[in-house]
Protein backbone atom coordinates (compact mmCIF):
# COMPACT_ATOMS: atom_id res chain seq x y z
CA UNK A 1 0.00 0.00 0.00
CA UNK A 2 2.78 2.44 1.05
CA UNK A 3 4.53 2.05 -2.03
CA UNK A 4 8.27 2.74 -0.64
CA UNK A 5 10.70 1.61 -3.36
CA UNK A 6 14.56 2.34 -4.29
CA UNK A 7 13.71 5.64 -5.53
CA UNK A 8 12.49 6.91 -1.66
CA UNK A 9 16.20 5.91 -0.94
CA UNK A 10 18.12 8.45 0.70
CA UNK A 11 21.87 7.17 -0.43
CA UNK A 12 20.30 8.06 -4.03
CA UNK A 13 22.09 11.18 -5.80
CA UNK A 14 21.76 12.39 -9.21
CA UNK A 15 24.38 13.78 -11.13
CA UNK A 16 22.17 17.31 -11.54
CA UNK A 17 24.52 19.75 -9.37
CA UNK A 18 23.29 21.42 -6.36
CA UNK A 19 25.42 23.99 -4.30
CA UNK A 20 22.41 25.57 -2.15
CA UNK A 21 21.77 24.70 1.64
CA UNK A 22 18.40 23.46 1.50
CA UNK A 23 17.40 21.21 -1.51
CA UNK A 24 13.88 20.82 -1.83
CA UNK A 25 13.73 19.12 -4.98
CA UNK A 26 16.19 16.11 -4.31
CA UNK A 27 15.79 12.77 -6.77
CA UNK A 28 13.69 11.37 -3.93
CA UNK A 29 11.11 14.43 -4.67
CA UNK A 30 10.45 14.89 -8.35
CA UNK A 31 7.57 17.16 -8.85
CA UNK A 32 5.48 17.83 -11.66
CA UNK A 33 4.93 21.45 -13.13
CA UNK A 34 3.78 23.18 -16.40
CA UNK A 35 5.83 26.13 -17.44
CA UNK A 36 4.04 28.37 -20.76
CA UNK A 37 6.89 27.62 -23.19
CA UNK A 38 8.62 24.31 -22.56
CA UNK A 39 5.25 22.62 -21.70
CA UNK A 40 5.63 19.79 -18.84
CA UNK A 41 8.24 20.27 -16.20
CA UNK A 42 10.03 17.85 -13.42
CA UNK A 43 12.08 19.74 -10.60
CA UNK A 44 15.00 18.18 -9.93
CA UNK A 45 17.46 20.70 -7.40
CA UNK A 46 16.95 23.60 -9.01
CA UNK A 47 16.47 22.56 -12.95
CA UNK A 48 13.80 21.15 -14.41
CA UNK A 49 13.51 18.18 -16.82
CA UNK A 50 11.88 19.49 -19.99
CA UNK A 51 9.98 16.36 -21.11
CA UNK A 52 9.13 16.91 -24.28
CA UNK A 53 13.30 17.34 -24.95
CA UNK A 54 14.12 14.30 -23.17
CA UNK A 55 11.45 12.40 -24.70
CA UNK A 56 12.42 13.77 -28.17
CA UNK A 57 16.51 13.37 -27.82
CA UNK A 58 15.66 9.38 -26.59
CA UNK A 59 16.73 10.10 -23.23
CA UNK A 60 13.35 8.94 -21.89
CA UNK A 61 11.20 6.30 -23.91
CA UNK A 62 7.74 5.26 -23.50
CA UNK A 63 4.95 4.15 -25.59
CA UNK A 64 3.37 6.32 -27.77
CA UNK A 65 0.05 7.04 -25.23
CA UNK A 66 2.60 7.98 -22.22
CA UNK A 67 4.74 9.59 -24.96
CA UNK A 68 2.22 11.65 -26.18
CA UNK A 69 0.52 13.01 -22.81
CA UNK A 70 3.99 13.98 -21.76
CA UNK A 71 4.43 15.83 -25.10
CA UNK A 72 1.34 17.98 -24.10
CA UNK A 73 0.72 21.27 -22.77
CA UNK A 74 -1.02 20.54 -19.09
CA UNK A 75 -0.83 17.26 -17.13
CA UNK A 76 -4.77 16.28 -17.48
CA UNK A 77 -3.92 13.94 -20.41
CA UNK A 78 -0.62 12.08 -18.31
CA UNK A 79 -2.90 12.51 -15.07
CA UNK A 80 -5.84 10.48 -16.74
CA UNK A 81 -3.39 7.26 -17.28
CA UNK A 82 -3.45 6.39 -13.57
CA UNK A 83 -1.57 5.07 -10.97
CA UNK A 84 0.68 2.27 -12.35
CA UNK A 85 1.41 4.88 -15.24
CA UNK A 86 2.43 7.71 -13.10
CA UNK A 87 5.16 5.41 -11.36
CA UNK A 88 6.62 3.90 -14.32
CA UNK A 89 7.34 6.91 -15.72
CA UNK A 90 8.65 8.06 -11.59
CA UNK A 91 10.69 5.04 -11.98
CA UNK A 92 12.20 6.27 -15.10
CA UNK A 93 12.90 9.38 -14.57
CA UNK A 94 14.67 8.30 -11.23
CA UNK A 95 17.12 6.41 -13.74
CA UNK A 96 17.84 8.63 -15.94
CA UNK A 97 18.78 11.53 -13.01
CA UNK A 98 20.81 8.92 -11.58
CA UNK A 99 22.26 7.20 -14.31
CA UNK A 100 24.06 8.99 -17.34
CA UNK A 101 24.40 12.68 -17.39
CA UNK A 102 22.20 14.40 -19.67
CA UNK A 103 21.97 18.07 -18.75
CA UNK A 104 20.84 19.17 -22.59
CA UNK A 105 16.99 18.05 -21.16
CA UNK A 106 17.13 20.57 -18.26
CA UNK A 107 16.42 24.11 -17.93
CA UNK A 108 17.43 26.17 -15.02
CA UNK A 109 13.91 26.60 -12.92
CA UNK A 110 14.12 30.73 -12.29
CA UNK A 111 14.23 30.46 -15.92
CA UNK A 112 10.61 29.30 -15.83
CA UNK A 113 7.07 30.98 -16.57
CA UNK A 114 5.46 27.87 -14.25
CA UNK A 115 1.60 28.25 -15.06
CA UNK A 116 -1.51 26.60 -13.63
CA UNK A 117 -0.38 22.93 -14.66
CA UNK A 118 -3.81 21.41 -15.99
CA UNK A 119 -6.61 22.53 -16.67
CA UNK A 120 -9.48 22.18 -13.56
CA UNK A 121 -12.34 20.84 -14.42
CA UNK A 122 -14.02 21.27 -10.75
CA UNK A 123 -12.52 22.63 -7.53
CA UNK A 124 -13.97 21.03 -4.22
CA UNK A 125 -13.01 23.15 -0.72
CA UNK A 126 -13.31 20.79 2.21
CA UNK A 127 -14.26 22.17 5.68
CA UNK A 128 -11.41 19.33 7.53
CA UNK A 129 -9.81 21.48 9.79
CA UNK A 130 -11.77 21.13 13.08
CA UNK A 131 -10.41 23.84 14.95
CA UNK A 132 -10.49 26.02 12.14
CA UNK A 133 -14.34 24.93 11.78
CA UNK A 134 -14.98 25.95 15.08
CA UNK A 135 -12.59 29.49 15.14
CA UNK A 136 -14.97 30.70 11.86
CA UNK A 137 -18.04 29.18 13.23
CA UNK A 138 -17.52 31.05 16.50
CA UNK A 139 -16.73 34.41 14.29
CA UNK A 140 -20.06 33.84 12.26
CA UNK A 141 -22.47 32.30 14.78
CA UNK A 142 -21.18 33.59 18.02
CA UNK A 143 -24.56 32.78 19.72
CA UNK A 144 -24.66 29.72 18.85
CA UNK A 145 -22.13 25.90 18.92
CA UNK A 146 -19.85 26.65 16.10
CA UNK A 147 -20.08 23.36 14.91
CA UNK A 148 -22.89 22.69 13.19
CA UNK A 149 -24.42 19.29 14.13
CA UNK A 150 -23.29 17.56 10.80
CA UNK A 151 -19.70 18.09 11.41
CA UNK A 152 -18.73 15.43 13.09
CA UNK A 153 -20.62 12.52 11.12
CA UNK A 154 -19.65 13.87 7.22
CA UNK A 155 -17.06 15.75 5.25
CA UNK A 156 -18.26 19.10 4.81
CA UNK A 157 -17.35 21.02 1.21
CA UNK A 158 -18.46 22.80 -1.49
CA UNK A 159 -17.84 23.67 -4.74
CA UNK A 160 -15.06 26.33 -5.25
CA UNK A 161 -14.82 28.80 -8.79
CA UNK A 162 -12.29 26.49 -10.71
CA UNK A 163 -11.69 29.29 -13.44
CA UNK A 164 -9.92 31.54 -10.68
CA UNK A 165 -7.45 29.08 -9.41
CA UNK A 166 -3.89 30.89 -10.39
CA UNK A 167 -0.19 30.14 -9.28
CA UNK A 168 1.03 31.73 -5.82
CA UNK A 169 2.88 34.92 -6.83
CA UNK A 170 0.24 35.94 -8.99
CA UNK A 171 -1.60 39.90 -8.46
CA UNK A 172 -4.96 39.30 -6.48
CA UNK A 173 -7.22 41.95 -6.92
CA UNK A 174 -8.91 43.36 -3.31
CA UNK A 175 -12.68 42.28 -4.21
CA UNK A 176 -15.86 44.66 -3.94
CA UNK A 177 -19.15 42.95 -2.92
CA UNK A 178 -21.72 43.32 -1.20
CA UNK A 179 -21.41 43.64 3.11
CA UNK A 180 -23.90 44.08 5.77
CA UNK A 181 -22.22 46.19 8.60
CA UNK A 182 -24.07 45.62 11.49
CA UNK A 183 -25.66 49.01 12.42
CA UNK A 184 -26.73 49.53 8.78
CA UNK A 185 -28.36 48.44 5.62
CA UNK A 186 -26.36 46.30 3.03
CA UNK A 187 -23.24 48.54 0.87
CA UNK A 188 -21.61 47.66 -2.41
CA UNK A 189 -17.97 47.93 -1.34
CA UNK A 190 -14.01 47.09 -1.00
CA UNK A 191 -14.03 44.29 1.20
CA UNK A 192 -12.57 44.91 4.53
CA UNK A 193 -11.99 41.94 5.68
CA UNK A 194 -9.64 39.76 3.46
CA UNK A 195 -8.14 36.50 4.92
CA UNK A 196 -6.35 33.93 3.05
CA UNK A 197 -6.12 30.63 4.87
CA UNK A 198 -3.20 27.83 4.17
CA UNK A 199 -4.74 24.36 3.01
CA UNK A 200 -3.18 21.82 0.72
CA UNK A 201 -4.94 20.93 -2.18
CA UNK A 202 -5.11 17.64 -4.05
CA UNK A 203 -5.34 16.67 -7.53
CA UNK A 204 -7.50 14.19 -8.79
CA UNK A 205 -5.74 12.29 -11.47
CA UNK A 206 -8.24 9.89 -12.53
CA UNK A 207 -11.48 9.74 -12.42
CA UNK A 208 -14.83 7.68 -12.04
CA UNK A 209 -17.74 7.04 -13.81
CA UNK A 210 -20.70 9.34 -13.54
CA UNK A 211 -23.18 7.34 -11.24
CA UNK A 212 -19.84 4.37 -9.51
CA UNK A 213 -18.93 5.22 -6.02
CA UNK A 214 -14.97 4.80 -5.02
CA UNK A 215 -14.72 3.27 -1.80
CA UNK A 216 -12.06 4.47 1.00
CA UNK A 217 -10.21 1.65 0.18
CA UNK A 218 -9.60 2.85 -3.18
CA UNK A 219 -9.11 6.78 -2.87
CA UNK A 220 -5.89 7.15 -2.41
CA UNK A 221 -5.27 5.37 -6.02
CA UNK A 222 -7.08 8.37 -7.91
CA UNK A 223 -4.83 10.65 -6.08
CA UNK A 224 -2.25 12.35 -8.22
CA UNK A 225 -0.60 14.83 -5.92
CA UNK A 226 -0.71 17.58 -3.98
CA UNK A 227 0.28 21.59 -3.41
CA UNK A 228 -0.15 23.97 -1.19
CA UNK A 229 -3.32 26.10 -1.64
CA UNK A 230 -4.18 29.52 -0.63
CA UNK A 231 -7.79 29.83 -0.08
CA UNK A 232 -8.45 33.73 -0.38
CA UNK A 233 -11.71 34.94 1.51
CA UNK A 234 -13.70 38.03 1.94
CA UNK A 235 -14.82 37.65 5.39
CA UNK A 236 -16.98 40.60 5.29
CA UNK A 237 -18.76 39.48 2.12
CA UNK A 238 -19.00 35.67 3.18
CA UNK A 239 -20.90 36.84 6.33
CA UNK A 240 -23.77 38.58 4.56
CA UNK A 241 -24.01 35.96 1.42
CA UNK A 242 -23.11 32.53 2.81
CA UNK A 243 -26.52 31.49 4.33
CA UNK A 244 -28.73 29.14 2.79
CA UNK A 245 -26.04 28.21 0.22
CA UNK A 246 -22.56 28.06 1.25
CA UNK A 247 -19.88 31.18 0.32
CA UNK A 248 -19.92 32.32 -2.81
CA UNK A 249 -18.31 36.10 -4.11
CA UNK A 250 -16.62 35.77 -1.03
CA UNK A 251 -14.39 32.89 -2.20
CA UNK A 252 -14.69 33.38 -5.69
CA UNK A 253 -11.99 35.90 -6.53
CA UNK A 254 -8.86 34.04 -6.82
CA UNK A 255 -7.75 30.79 -4.90
CA UNK A 256 -3.77 30.41 -5.69
CA UNK A 257 -1.80 26.95 -5.74
CA UNK A 258 2.02 26.14 -5.68
CA UNK A 259 2.98 25.25 -9.08
CA UNK A 260 4.60 22.10 -8.11
CA UNK A 261 2.28 18.84 -7.32
CA UNK A 262 4.41 17.11 -5.11
CA UNK A 263 3.22 13.25 -6.14
CA UNK A 264 1.68 11.07 -3.89
CA UNK A 265 4.13 8.41 -4.96
CA UNK A 266 6.95 10.72 -3.44
CA UNK A 267 5.37 11.50 0.11
CA UNK A 268 5.59 7.66 0.58
CA UNK A 269 7.53 7.60 3.04
CA UNK A 270 5.25 10.03 5.04
CA UNK A 271 2.28 8.27 5.26
CA UNK A 272 0.41 7.65 8.36
CA UNK A 273 -2.69 7.48 9.80
CA UNK A 274 -4.31 10.11 11.31
CA UNK A 275 -5.30 11.14 14.36
CA UNK A 276 -7.55 9.41 16.99
CA UNK A 277 -11.15 10.91 16.97
CA UNK A 278 -11.57 12.58 20.45
CA UNK A 279 -13.38 11.07 23.39
CA UNK A 280 -16.94 11.52 23.08
CA UNK A 281 -17.20 12.18 19.42
CA UNK A 282 -19.63 10.05 17.44
CA UNK A 283 -18.25 6.93 15.64
CA UNK A 284 -17.36 7.17 11.57
CA UNK A 285 -19.84 5.13 9.78
CA UNK A 286 -18.70 2.67 7.74
CA UNK A 287 -18.42 4.19 4.11
CA UNK A 288 -16.27 6.73 5.71
CA UNK A 289 -13.90 4.68 7.63
CA UNK A 290 -10.53 5.87 7.35
CA UNK A 291 -8.17 2.97 6.07
CA UNK A 292 -4.40 2.22 7.25
CA UNK A 293 -2.09 5.25 6.03
CA UNK A 294 -3.91 7.74 4.33
CA UNK A 295 -2.99 11.14 5.32
CA UNK A 296 -0.26 12.53 3.93
CA UNK B 1 -29.92 47.11 -27.18
CA UNK B 2 -32.91 44.18 -28.48
CA UNK B 3 -31.49 43.49 -31.86
CA UNK B 4 -34.13 42.81 -33.71
CA UNK B 5 -33.83 42.44 -37.18
CA UNK B 6 -34.78 40.73 -40.41
CA UNK B 7 -33.75 37.07 -38.95
CA UNK B 8 -36.64 37.47 -36.73
CA UNK B 9 -39.32 38.44 -39.27
CA UNK B 10 -42.30 36.19 -39.23
CA UNK B 11 -42.42 36.22 -42.49
CA UNK B 12 -39.11 34.60 -43.51
CA UNK B 13 -39.05 31.01 -44.78
CA UNK B 14 -36.44 28.06 -45.31
CA UNK B 15 -36.18 25.70 -48.16
CA UNK B 16 -35.48 23.27 -45.52
CA UNK B 17 -38.96 21.25 -46.21
CA UNK B 18 -41.34 20.59 -42.52
CA UNK B 19 -44.59 18.88 -42.50
CA UNK B 20 -45.30 18.72 -38.76
CA UNK B 21 -47.63 20.51 -36.90
CA UNK B 22 -45.53 22.37 -34.66
CA UNK B 23 -42.25 23.44 -35.88
CA UNK B 24 -39.69 24.22 -32.81
CA UNK B 25 -37.34 25.48 -35.23
CA UNK B 26 -38.21 27.00 -37.60
CA UNK B 27 -35.65 29.81 -39.31
CA UNK B 28 -35.59 32.51 -37.01
CA UNK B 29 -34.91 30.01 -34.15
CA UNK B 30 -31.46 28.33 -35.32
CA UNK B 31 -30.39 26.74 -31.87
CA UNK B 32 -26.36 25.12 -31.61
CA UNK B 33 -25.81 21.84 -30.37
CA UNK B 34 -22.68 19.51 -30.62
CA UNK B 35 -23.33 15.87 -32.11
CA UNK B 36 -20.72 12.93 -31.61
CA UNK B 37 -20.15 12.10 -35.09
CA UNK B 38 -20.47 15.50 -36.77
CA UNK B 39 -19.31 18.45 -34.53
CA UNK B 40 -21.33 21.65 -34.28
CA UNK B 41 -24.35 21.49 -35.89
CA UNK B 42 -28.00 23.73 -35.90
CA UNK B 43 -31.09 23.21 -36.16
CA UNK B 44 -33.55 23.93 -39.39
CA UNK B 45 -37.21 22.40 -38.91
CA UNK B 46 -36.42 18.42 -38.15
CA UNK B 47 -32.72 18.56 -39.39
CA UNK B 48 -29.75 19.99 -38.44
CA UNK B 49 -26.63 21.71 -40.58
CA UNK B 50 -23.67 20.19 -40.10
CA UNK B 51 -20.91 23.40 -39.70
CA UNK B 52 -18.00 21.22 -40.92
CA UNK B 53 -19.68 19.97 -44.09
CA UNK B 54 -21.09 23.25 -44.99
CA UNK B 55 -17.77 25.39 -44.64
CA UNK B 56 -15.93 22.58 -46.29
CA UNK B 57 -18.53 23.04 -49.45
CA UNK B 58 -18.09 26.27 -49.59
CA UNK B 59 -22.19 27.17 -48.41
CA UNK B 60 -20.48 29.50 -45.57
CA UNK B 61 -17.54 31.22 -46.31
CA UNK B 62 -15.77 32.90 -43.08
CA UNK B 63 -12.54 34.70 -42.21
CA UNK B 64 -10.41 31.87 -40.82
CA UNK B 65 -10.25 31.93 -37.16
CA UNK B 66 -14.51 31.65 -37.23
CA UNK B 67 -14.12 28.71 -39.59
CA UNK B 68 -11.87 26.59 -37.27
CA UNK B 69 -13.88 27.28 -34.06
CA UNK B 70 -17.04 26.23 -35.94
CA UNK B 71 -15.07 22.87 -37.45
CA UNK B 72 -14.60 22.53 -33.66
CA UNK B 73 -16.03 19.43 -31.56
CA UNK B 74 -17.18 21.74 -28.97
CA UNK B 75 -18.55 25.23 -28.93
CA UNK B 76 -15.92 26.95 -26.93
CA UNK B 77 -14.26 28.28 -29.27
CA UNK B 78 -17.05 29.79 -31.07
CA UNK B 79 -18.36 31.23 -27.98
CA UNK B 80 -15.14 32.93 -26.88
CA UNK B 81 -15.24 34.91 -29.97
CA UNK B 82 -18.22 37.44 -28.80
CA UNK B 83 -21.47 38.50 -29.96
CA UNK B 84 -20.59 40.40 -32.95
CA UNK B 85 -19.18 36.85 -34.32
CA UNK B 86 -22.46 35.65 -33.15
CA UNK B 87 -24.84 37.67 -34.43
CA UNK B 88 -22.98 37.99 -37.96
CA UNK B 89 -22.51 33.68 -38.32
CA UNK B 90 -26.61 33.75 -37.51
CA UNK B 91 -27.13 35.94 -40.48
CA UNK B 92 -24.90 33.99 -42.83
CA UNK B 93 -26.84 30.93 -41.89
CA UNK B 94 -30.27 32.70 -42.23
CA UNK B 95 -28.83 33.91 -45.60
CA UNK B 96 -27.89 30.21 -46.97
CA UNK B 97 -31.51 28.65 -45.41
CA UNK B 98 -33.29 31.04 -47.26
CA UNK B 99 -31.24 31.01 -50.26
CA UNK B 100 -30.20 28.50 -52.64
CA UNK B 101 -31.17 25.11 -51.16
CA UNK B 102 -28.51 23.25 -50.15
CA UNK B 103 -30.05 19.73 -48.85
CA UNK B 104 -26.47 18.29 -48.88
CA UNK B 105 -25.32 19.88 -45.72
CA UNK B 106 -28.17 18.55 -43.42
CA UNK B 107 -28.46 15.30 -40.87
CA UNK B 108 -32.11 14.32 -39.71
CA UNK B 109 -31.96 15.29 -35.84
CA UNK B 110 -33.33 11.78 -35.37
CA UNK B 111 -29.76 10.59 -36.53
CA UNK B 112 -27.76 12.35 -34.07
CA UNK B 113 -26.27 11.77 -31.40
CA UNK B 114 -26.15 15.28 -29.14
CA UNK B 115 -23.68 15.49 -26.96
CA UNK B 116 -22.84 18.58 -23.86
CA UNK B 117 -22.33 20.93 -26.10
CA UNK B 118 -19.80 22.75 -24.65
CA UNK B 119 -16.77 22.17 -21.78
CA UNK B 120 -18.40 23.65 -18.46
CA UNK B 121 -15.29 25.18 -16.68
CA UNK B 122 -17.72 26.25 -13.67
CA UNK B 123 -21.08 26.07 -13.15
CA UNK B 124 -23.34 28.29 -10.93
CA UNK B 125 -27.09 27.53 -9.31
CA UNK B 126 -28.75 30.81 -9.06
CA UNK B 127 -31.84 30.29 -6.40
CA UNK B 128 -33.79 32.91 -8.68
CA UNK B 129 -37.73 32.24 -8.00
CA UNK B 130 -38.81 33.75 -4.81
CA UNK B 131 -41.62 31.48 -4.91
CA UNK B 132 -39.02 28.14 -4.88
CA UNK B 133 -36.62 29.53 -2.23
CA UNK B 134 -39.60 30.47 0.08
CA UNK B 135 -41.20 26.80 -0.15
CA UNK B 136 -37.70 25.60 0.34
CA UNK B 137 -36.78 27.46 3.21
CA UNK B 138 -40.13 26.91 4.92
CA UNK B 139 -39.45 22.99 4.25
CA UNK B 140 -35.77 23.16 5.57
CA UNK B 141 -36.43 25.83 8.55
CA UNK B 142 -40.17 25.11 9.45
CA UNK B 143 -39.52 27.61 12.67
CA UNK B 144 -37.98 30.46 11.09
CA UNK B 145 -38.47 33.29 8.33
CA UNK B 146 -38.11 30.74 4.81
CA UNK B 147 -35.91 33.82 3.30
CA UNK B 148 -32.84 34.81 4.90
CA UNK B 149 -32.23 38.12 5.32
CA UNK B 150 -29.96 38.31 2.51
CA UNK B 151 -32.39 37.33 -0.28
CA UNK B 152 -33.84 40.51 -1.49
CA UNK B 153 -30.67 42.45 -1.20
CA UNK B 154 -28.65 39.89 -3.86
CA UNK B 155 -28.55 37.18 -6.37
CA UNK B 156 -28.05 34.45 -3.93
CA UNK B 157 -26.04 31.09 -6.31
CA UNK B 158 -23.47 28.61 -5.14
CA UNK B 159 -21.35 26.57 -7.73
CA UNK B 160 -21.96 23.17 -8.82
CA UNK B 161 -20.59 20.03 -10.70
CA UNK B 162 -19.31 21.16 -13.50
CA UNK B 163 -18.30 17.20 -14.26
CA UNK B 164 -21.77 15.59 -13.41
CA UNK B 165 -23.58 17.91 -16.28
CA UNK B 166 -25.18 15.58 -18.89
CA UNK B 167 -28.01 15.52 -21.42
CA UNK B 168 -31.92 15.32 -21.08
CA UNK B 169 -32.51 11.71 -21.26
CA UNK B 170 -29.67 9.83 -20.04
CA UNK B 171 -30.07 7.80 -17.19
CA UNK B 172 -29.62 9.46 -14.05
CA UNK B 173 -28.75 6.66 -10.81
CA UNK B 174 -30.02 7.21 -7.73
CA UNK B 175 -27.38 8.56 -5.07
CA UNK B 176 -26.67 7.32 -1.85
CA UNK B 177 -25.68 9.59 0.47
CA UNK B 178 -25.72 10.38 4.33
CA UNK B 179 -28.96 11.07 5.72
CA UNK B 180 -30.17 11.63 9.40
CA UNK B 181 -34.36 10.61 9.97
CA UNK B 182 -35.63 12.79 12.02
CA UNK B 183 -35.58 10.13 15.21
CA UNK B 184 -31.69 8.62 15.17
CA UNK B 185 -28.49 8.84 14.25
CA UNK B 186 -27.51 9.57 10.52
CA UNK B 187 -27.29 6.76 8.17
CA UNK B 188 -25.88 5.89 4.80
CA UNK B 189 -28.22 5.35 2.36
CA UNK B 190 -30.28 5.78 -0.78
CA UNK B 191 -31.86 9.15 -1.19
CA UNK B 192 -35.53 8.96 -0.43
CA UNK B 193 -36.46 12.25 -1.68
CA UNK B 194 -35.10 12.67 -4.48
CA UNK B 195 -36.52 15.48 -6.54
CA UNK B 196 -35.82 17.73 -9.74
CA UNK B 197 -36.37 21.44 -10.06
CA UNK B 198 -37.21 22.88 -13.21
CA UNK B 199 -34.59 25.60 -14.22
CA UNK B 200 -33.34 27.54 -17.61
CA UNK B 201 -28.78 27.29 -17.79
CA UNK B 202 -27.36 30.20 -19.52
CA UNK B 203 -24.13 29.72 -21.58
CA UNK B 204 -21.93 32.60 -20.69
CA UNK B 205 -19.76 32.78 -24.01
CA UNK B 206 -17.11 35.11 -24.11
CA UNK B 207 -15.49 35.86 -20.11
CA UNK B 208 -14.03 38.63 -18.22
CA UNK B 209 -10.12 39.35 -17.24
CA UNK B 210 -9.65 37.95 -13.34
CA UNK B 211 -10.19 40.78 -11.38
CA UNK B 212 -12.28 42.98 -13.43
CA UNK B 213 -15.90 43.83 -13.00
CA UNK B 214 -18.86 43.12 -15.98
CA UNK B 215 -21.57 45.96 -14.95
CA UNK B 216 -24.62 45.07 -15.69
CA UNK B 217 -25.40 47.04 -18.55
CA UNK B 218 -22.67 44.80 -20.14
CA UNK B 219 -23.59 41.81 -18.73
CA UNK B 220 -26.40 40.20 -21.82
CA UNK B 221 -23.50 40.80 -23.77
CA UNK B 222 -21.51 37.85 -22.59
CA UNK B 223 -24.55 35.36 -23.06
CA UNK B 224 -24.63 32.81 -25.67
CA UNK B 225 -27.39 31.45 -25.09
CA UNK B 226 -29.79 29.47 -22.70
CA UNK B 227 -30.91 25.60 -22.35
CA UNK B 228 -33.35 24.23 -20.10
CA UNK B 229 -31.91 22.45 -16.82
CA UNK B 230 -32.79 20.50 -14.76
CA UNK B 231 -31.43 20.53 -11.20
CA UNK B 232 -31.47 16.94 -9.69
CA UNK B 233 -31.98 17.21 -5.84
CA UNK B 234 -31.77 14.68 -3.15
CA UNK B 235 -33.11 16.47 -0.42
CA UNK B 236 -32.68 14.41 2.32
CA UNK B 237 -28.60 14.53 1.72
CA UNK B 238 -29.59 18.42 1.58
CA UNK B 239 -31.08 18.67 4.53
CA UNK B 240 -28.34 17.41 6.52
CA UNK B 241 -25.59 18.24 4.93
CA UNK B 242 -26.14 21.91 3.70
CA UNK B 243 -25.27 23.99 6.51
CA UNK B 244 -22.80 25.98 6.42
CA UNK B 245 -21.38 25.32 3.56
CA UNK B 246 -24.75 25.02 1.24
CA UNK B 247 -26.08 21.60 -0.92
CA UNK B 248 -23.00 19.43 -2.30
CA UNK B 249 -23.32 15.43 -2.64
CA UNK B 250 -27.22 16.09 -2.59
CA UNK B 251 -26.99 17.92 -5.98
CA UNK B 252 -23.28 16.49 -7.27
CA UNK B 253 -24.86 13.29 -9.11
CA UNK B 254 -26.14 14.69 -12.12
CA UNK B 255 -27.74 17.98 -13.61
CA UNK B 256 -29.12 17.58 -16.89
CA UNK B 257 -29.67 20.05 -19.60
CA UNK B 258 -31.46 20.04 -23.02
CA UNK B 259 -28.92 19.82 -25.77
CA UNK B 260 -29.93 22.66 -27.96
CA UNK B 261 -28.66 25.93 -26.87
CA UNK B 262 -31.56 28.81 -28.12
CA UNK B 263 -29.34 31.73 -28.66
CA UNK B 264 -29.58 35.37 -26.62
CA UNK B 265 -30.06 36.49 -30.34
CA UNK B 266 -33.09 34.30 -31.44
CA UNK B 267 -34.83 35.27 -28.28
CA UNK B 268 -34.51 38.84 -29.58
CA UNK B 269 -38.37 39.87 -29.90
CA UNK B 270 -39.07 38.25 -26.18
CA UNK B 271 -36.97 40.30 -24.08
CA UNK B 272 -38.81 42.54 -21.66
CA UNK B 273 -37.94 44.01 -18.31
CA UNK B 274 -38.69 41.74 -15.34
CA UNK B 275 -41.74 42.23 -12.61
CA UNK B 276 -41.48 45.25 -10.57
CA UNK B 277 -40.80 44.60 -7.05
CA UNK B 278 -43.05 43.65 -4.20
CA UNK B 279 -44.50 46.64 -2.11
CA UNK B 280 -41.83 46.60 0.98
CA UNK B 281 -39.16 45.18 -0.79
CA UNK B 282 -36.01 47.03 0.08
CA UNK B 283 -34.34 49.33 -2.82
CA UNK B 284 -31.86 47.24 -5.20
CA UNK B 285 -28.04 48.65 -4.65
CA UNK B 286 -27.23 50.40 -7.86
CA UNK B 287 -24.60 47.93 -8.64
CA UNK B 288 -27.32 45.46 -9.48
CA UNK B 289 -30.22 47.68 -10.96
CA UNK B 290 -31.76 46.01 -13.71
CA UNK B 291 -31.03 47.36 -17.18
CA UNK B 292 -34.02 47.61 -20.12
CA UNK B 293 -35.48 44.41 -21.44
CA UNK B 294 -33.19 42.47 -19.58
CA UNK B 295 -35.59 39.25 -18.69
CA UNK B 296 -36.48 36.45 -21.67
Known amino acids: MTNIDHTHSLAA ?19 WGVCEKNGIVVAICDQAVVLRKAIEDGKLQFADDIACALKDDSLNAFMSLGKDTWTHVRHELFSMLSGEPCPEVLCPIASLQLIVPAKIGDYT ?19 SDPLMPN ?36 IFAPCKLLDYEMEFGAFIGSGNEIGKRISMDDATEHLFGLVILN ?17 FNAKNFASTISPWIVTVDALAPFRQSGPA ?11 LLPVADDVF
Open 125 to 143: DFYAARNHATNVGKMFRPD
Open 13 to 31: NTWVPYEGERNDFPIQNLP
Open 231 to 247: DWSARDIQKWEYQPLGP
Open 277 to 287: RLEGDPAVLDY
Open 151 to 186: YLHLPVGYHGRASSIIISGSEVRRPHGQLKPDDSAP
